[in-house]
């Protein structure tokens, strides 16, 4: 009996640990205060449809199988009389989510939700539907900023994204297939998250089931506070997989802010090229750890060159911040504001030293490319234009490095060097970047001799040049 008395009490006391352990948090209030403050965005872009064999309705599948089951080929609607129609105009149209920011009508979405839209509508919770001004986007962080013409609007409460921690519940609000003010609960998967090309934004990864029409919506922590905008998924099939990504709340509010004060977002710049230290890259360079981030290539005139820094220089510190990875240093330089002056601590020939740089303000997207164009399309003095090679080029000829060869004359044409050429060495150096070439061409003393190493073909040889200009 004794012993009995004593199993009933352990398995009490199990159940009670059990019952403890699995208490979930309560998201009804969330939604019920929350809720109001989510919108559900519309963008409608007008197109034209050319002349010619139009069908005459939308495409529905109904009426495609309808067709199919008697025989009838062509469109789905139907085939005009004369096989023929004007050109048309038709509308496309997207959803995506939002919230609000401001009682006076300032909204937050991502910028793939309504860029290049010609109409912008926010429907509000109440249902009522009021069309929307652009005040700015930002394509880098996937954040654009509305206005829309309405007063006393509920509006979210900002949270802090530096104090999420792994394993934390969060919710997320939005409109996924156009489902209207739909919650999805989760937790937070992992923090500082980077995705391929996207080196401005730490994300914050969740499993929180986000779908398309999701974009733009807010992401709850269990206070009610927006700690996120839900922007991205990772799927193999277009919906949700368990992997979601949202910009931090704060990188979102700053560029809003930016947005709606300046119309445009000013980040810093240095103008280098870096990469990852691997544990051969690190051991050659006589380091302990392979946190930093290597100097690949340095741009001419940039930031970065009129501080003194050097391909081959690792940089371990960005203005008292350590950097861990090479990722890490895009985001602590376009966080920083232009013309500040920011010490950087670095690893040269096995010492370290310390710069100081004045950061500079980030070319525009359109700057960039003609930059880049202009660079290109300039012969340089042994008469080569050439280019960067593409991933898919480097995978095809089994190099890592090299330029190609877009025109050649002068000097070089008569040496032999065609279009098509892949240039992998300047005497006996590896070619790195289409920049990094044309400045080495340029040092080169008049009447010496330079030897190209070239590919063509699947066979490499050397390619003697002289220096006449």
Known sequence: MKCFKTVISLCAILISLISNAITLPDFTELAENQGKTVVNITSIKNTVTPAGNTPPFPYDEHLQEFFKRFGIPGFPGGIPPNGNTAPQEKQVMGTGSGFIIDTKGIVITNAHVVNDADTVIVKLNDQREIQAEVLGVDKRTDVAVLKIKADNLPKVTIGDPAKLKVGEWVAAIGSPFGLESTMTVGVVSALGRNLPQENYVPFIQTDVAINPGNSGGPLFNTSGEVVGINSQIYSRTGGYMGLSFAIPIDVAINVAEQLQKDGKVSRGWLGIAIQEISKELSESFGMKTTQGALVAGVEKESPAEKGGLKPGDVILKFNEKDIKTSSDLPKFVSATKPNTEVSVVILRQGKEQSLTITIGEMPTDDMVVARKNSEQAKKNRIGLVVKDLTPQQKKQIKENAGVLVVEAADAALNAGIRQGDVILGLNNNPVS?????????????????????????????????????
Request: glycine share 6%; hydrophobic share 40%.
């Open 433 to 469: 970047s289409a920049q990094s070439f044309n400045q080495a061409i340029k040092k080169i003393a008049k009447g010496k001799t330079i030897a190209l190493l070239v590919y063509r073909n699947g066979d490499t040889l050397y390619v003697p040049i002289k220096i006449t200009n």
